[in-house]
T-cell receptor, first 116, second 115 residues
């Protein structure tokens, strides 16, 4: 069975602070995909990134960066110099071969509040 | 492309009534998913289709829930009869074929309230 744990339910920071959102996953599969989605107050789910289990290189996209460590089954997400517009709920998710990599198992999400 | 389109955005209904949620996936996407989001259970998959065929409906909570995909551009999720515990946000998502394992694109969701 697959499981995604986001231990931080809510994080509050002040604008311009760096913040890291943790994600720990469990799976018996050797091949799998990891995702991050953002859910702003408007409610939609916005795709941020997908990584496959064979690619452990860290990735940076503007102020966003992701640290994938297979040894600790973690896929953490860091926002540098946070902004008020980053306020949202962030979900980590996992897909595996049992469903043909089609379906997502989500964590419970971390609510990020960035105050001015 | 307009993205995944769901309707209605909000639905308030009385217990016992039939509710139909609608979804138009992104054109060309082979997969369509229905997810439900609640505070208690988070985001959970209800059912998904591949090329209009239901593949896995094990997440559908009970027989009161049914989903159809009569063609590649339209899907419905029906609850009959509705109950207060069905109150949630229902998301539809679509993605390209699994070989490329592209990400799922989500609609804006339908917030259902059953009173």
């Amino acid at each position: 069975a697959q499981k995604v744990t986001q231990a931080q339910t809510e994080i509050s920071v002040v604008e311009k602070e760096d913040v890291t959102l943790d994600c720990v996953y469990e799976t018996r599969d050797t091949t799998y995909y990891l995702f991050w989605y953002k859910q702003p107050p408007s409610g939609e789910l916005v795709f941020l990134i997908r990584r496959n289990s064979f690619d452990e290189q860290n990735e940076i996209s503007g102020r966003y960066s992701w640290n994938f460590q297979k040894s600790t089954s973690s896929f953490n997400f860091t926002i540098t110099a946070s902004q008020v517009v980053d306020s949202a709920v962030y979900f980590c998710a996992l897909s595996g071969p049992n469903s043909g990599y089609s379906t997502l198992t989500f964590g419970k999400g971390t609510m990020l509040l960035v105050s001015p | 492309d307009a993205g995944v389109i769901q309707s209605p955005r909000h639905e308030v209904t009385e217990m016992g009534q039939e509710v139909t949620l609608r979804c138009k996936p992104i054109s060309g996407h082979d997969y369509l998913f229905w997810y439900r989001q609640t505070m208690m259970r988070g985001l959970e998959l209800l059912i998904y289709f591949n090329n209009n065929v239901p593949i896995d409906d094990s997440g559908m909570p009970e027989d009161r829930f049914s989903a159809k995909m009569p063609n590649a551009s339209f899907s419905t999720l029906k609850i009959q009869p509705s109950e207060p515990r069905d109150s949630a946000v229902y998301f539809c998502a679509s993605s390209l074929d699994r070989v490329r394992n592209t990400e799922a694109f989500f609609g804006q969701g339908t917030r259902l309230t059953v009173v």
